[in-house]
C-alpha cells in the first residue's frame, strides 16, 4: 500500500511541473492562516525526488527529521508543529499539539 501511496504522490510532484531527469526539488509557497492568533505566515516548502521516491522535505530550509507519504498525503513535524501536505490539491494543515492550527494553499515557485 506504501507504495502506491509513493507512486501517488511521486506522480502528483511530477504532473505539478517538476520532471525527474532535470529537477529534482520542488519548491512551493504556502501561505498558512494559524488560529487563535489570525496571523498569516509564508512558508517555503521543498519537497526532493529522484525518479522513485520523496526523498527529503524542507521546511523554510529546514530538513525535517523524518517524514511519511501515505496516498496523496506528505505527514511531518517540524519543532511542535505537526504538519500535513496535501500534494493533490496543494493545501497545508497543521497543529501545535491542539493549541493552535493552521491551514493554507501552496503553489510552485
Partial sequence: MKAVGLGLALGC???LGAEAQAATDVRW???????PARQVW???LTLSHDDKRLTRVAIDGVPVYTFAV???WIMTSQDNERVQI?????TWQ???RGLASGQGRCEPL
Avoid at 509557497?29 to 488560529?35: D, G, I, K, S
Wanted: hydrophobic share 35%; glycine share 4%; aromatic share 12%.
Fill in 70 to 72: 501515505y496516498e496523496q
Fill in 86 to 90: 496535501d500534494v493533490g490539491s496543494r
Fill in 42 to 44: 509564508v512558508r517555503e
Fill in 94 to 96: 497543521s497543529d501545535f
Fill in 13 to 15: 510532484l511530477l504532473l
Fill in 29 to 35: 509557497r504556502c501561505e498558512v492562516v494559524y488560529q
